[in-house]
């Protein structure tokens, strides 16, 4: 009897696979489900490079994995990847040298990765082999180890605008290049992004919004944590040893007292802050281009790393970041200035509504922006209040905050998932915003916070008034939006205190 039953199962699933591949196969022949990534938005080519660097090993919990005994929270390498202007002028779109495959390698771990997130770790092998349906003929855009963008062009390239017959200017530019730096060796120098991914999220989730920031002049690295909130991720020692960081679940830890929930999202946000913060101490490393530093991702090459010597503005760095991410940001905020976290404003996408407290100790600019979904369905935050009015609450106290929602999206609708397969992610989320037109307004408001923390000035979506302060809860009146630079609705919750009325609303 159990036999048959048993019979009967395996056949089930067989049965059920071959028809899900069958299903896909049909799919695939009718629709263009996958799409490739879009070309960057901004003017200059843009390199990528994957890079892991030894650290000072810390331990930042001690609980240990259940499964091994080991250190669930020990830091020893650090692991982003940086996207970066480059010198490498593009000719023409369909000569583009493709960089790298967008899904992580190995697939298999991640498919492994995803699935004991499930919480069936058996069927790994159908998630590596969905994951390779829908990623493996994506490619992230852009040049691998591309030599960075040198100070003289990026004068003349802003002069001479995006358009075509800057080639040649750039390329006699470059030539100067030495001499130009000689002489003012600060011109130029290049504003960081350091950007902290979501739970169950990767470093190359976000490539198309973070290499079209990198495309318009800005320093970027995405952090690959290894706090055990990602799918899974391997560390290379320098001794050549590697160990695999699966996502951590409370089961997984064992510590004296017990661990709650709460203490395993704080130890996760501690282990991301100090991740952030050993990213910014490698821009300073690589800015002052002393000593060499050693790549111990496996073939990943190095060589643009020394063009890196003086080239980065270490007094605009900002971080960045996207749900479990974005609540990684505002607690980073809190050592803003500091030597640990010299750190100049923020960006929030779609703070965590499940991802520990947030913090309401902000002293420099925020730019809170919110999808349609988390701002349309309001769930308890910890006690506190609707998330929503969490959120406004501490920018409303800030003196610099901005909190507004792109309607029509929805929570992945900042990461990639939408622009390759933009017809699954439509029909599982419900958008109504066009998925690369969210991304555009998500990556011009965030170049515009950017620019204001250089600059002061608020400009496009920046620059509104509020439309609506109350956003879902708004009922005795129509909800009002103001268009944001693609035709795209922002609603907009917040606007900083300063000069606007200042004096009056000091505290
Ligand atoms: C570096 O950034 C700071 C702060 O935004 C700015 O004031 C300064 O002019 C920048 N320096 C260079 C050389 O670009």
Redesign the pocket.
């Known amino acids: 009897m159990v036999f048959r039953l048993r019979r009967f199962t395996l056949r089930r699933v067989l049965f059920l696979t071959s028809a899900a591949t069958l299903f896909f196969i049909f799919i695939f022949s009718l629709t263009p489900i996958i799409s490739p990534l879009p070309p960057y938005t901004g003017p200059h080519e843009v390199g990528i490079l994957d890079l892991e660097t030894e650290l000072e090993k810390r331990v930042i919990h001690d609980a240990v994995l259940k499964s091994t005994g080991e250190k669930a929270f020990e830091l020893n390498t650090l692991a982003i990847t940086l996207y970066y202007p480059s010198s490498l002028p593009m000719n023409s779109p369909s000569s583009r040298p493709w960089a790298r495959l967008w899904l992580p390698q190995p697939v298999s771990l991640i498919g492994e990765g995803y699935a004991r997130l499930a919480g069936v770790p058996r069927l790994s092998s159908i998630f590596t082999f969905a994951l390779w349906l829908l990623g493996s003929s994506t490619v992230i855009p852009g040049v691998v180890d591309a030599p960075i963008l040198s100070g003289a062009e990026k004068i003349l390239t802003e002069e001479a605008g995006s358009g075509a017959g800057s080639f040649g200017k750039i390329m006699s530019a470059a030539e100067q290049e030495h001499q130009e730096l000689k002489r003012d060796r600060?011109?130029?120098?290049?504003?960081c992004l350091v950007f902290t991914h979501g739970m169950a999220g990767m470093s190359q989730s976000y490539a198309h919004y973070l290499g079209s920031i990198a495309s318009h002049g800005y320093v970027v690295a995405a952090v690959e944590h290894r706090d055990g909130s990602g799918p899974g991720t391997v560390i290379h020692h320098p001794d050549g040893k590697e160990r695999k960081v699966w996502h951590l679940k409370l089961q997984d830890l064992e510590s004296n007292p017990p661990m709650t929930d709460l203490d395993l999202k704080a130890a996760q946000l501690n282990f991301r802050e100090a991740e952030i913060s050993e990213t910014i101490k490698l821009f300073a490393q690589l800015n002052l281009g002393d000593a060499p530093v050693v790549n111990l991702k496996p073939d990943s090459p190095r060589e643009a790393l020394p063009g890196f010597k003086n080239r980065l503005?270490?007094?605009?760095v900002t971080v960045g970041g996207h749900s479990y991410g974005a609540t990684g940001v505002m607690q980073a905020l809190k050592s803003a200035g500091s030597k640990a976290m010299p750190i100049?404003g923020g960006i929030a996408l779609d703070p965590g509504k499940g991802s520990g407290l947030l913090n309401k100790d902000i002293d420099v600019p925020i730019l809170v922006m919110q999808s349609g979904e988390w701002t349309e369905k309001q769930s308890d935050f910890y006690g506190q209040d609707w998330h929503f009015i969490v959120v406004r609450k501490i920018v409303e106290s800030l003196r610099e905050g901005w909190f507004m929602t792109l309607a029509g999206t929805a929570h992945p609708s900042c990461t990639d998932a939408p622009l390759i397969v933009p017809w699954i992610m439509k029909m599982v989320t419900g958008t109504t915003l066009n998925s690369k037109v969210a991304l555009r307004e998500y990556i011009e408001t965030s170049l515009r916070f950017l620019e204001y923390?250089?600059?002061g000035k608020k400009n496009g979506v920046l620059g509104s008034s509020v439309t609506n302060r109350e956003g879902p809860f708004k009922h005795d009146e129509p909800r009002k939006w103001t268009k944001g630079p693609h035709g795209a609705d922002w609603e907009i919750h917040v606007v900083p205190h300063v000069g606007e009325d200042e004096g009056t609303l000091d505290e």
Do not use: E, R
């Not at 600060?186 to 504003?191: A, C, E, S, V």
């Not at 503005?313 to 605009?316: K, R, V």
């Open positions: 600060k011109i130029g120098t290049l504003p503005n270490l007094s605009a100049n923390l250089q600059t």
